[in-house]
Nanobody
């Protein structure tokens, strides 16, 4: 069993920045691929980014490339999502997720454990 706890959400103006954190506990953090997803009101949960176990590989959805950066600190059992140049369309609840798999990493079905989410609101 893995427990995930997100933090760092809030209200920010368009063009601003936020850094989300997700602290993991329960099992060996470095064994897990970590992902970030988001869900806007009335929409399905969508993939944002994932990072490999070592942190050596990252992948982003097109809409956040060049603005968001995913990183991890395995010594602190924490994954981060640095979000810059935020837009109103980035408004959503952001979730971190984890899996030991290496498949379907851009889909919700590819992940086994989820955090409770943190709200990000970007005002125009």
């Amino acid at each position: 069993q893995v427990q995930l706890l997100e933090s760092g959400g809030g209200l920010v103006q368009a063009g601003g920045s936020l850094r989300l954190s997700c602290a993991a506990s329960g099992r060996t953090f470095s064994n897990y691929v970590m992902g970030w997803f988001r869900q806007a009101p009335g929409k399905e949960r969508e993939f944002v980014a994932y990072i490999s176990r070592s942190g050596g590989m990252t992948y982003y959805t097109d809409s956040v490339k060049g603005r968001f950066t995913i990183s991890r600190d395995n010594a602190k059992n924490t994954v981060y999502l640095q979000m810059n140049s935020l837009k109103p369309e980035d408004t959503a609840v952001y979730y971190c997720a984890t899996t030991t798999s290496q498949f379907r990493l851009t889909t919700t079905s590819g992940y086994d454990y989820w955090g409770q989410g943190t709200q990000v609101t970007v005002s125009s």
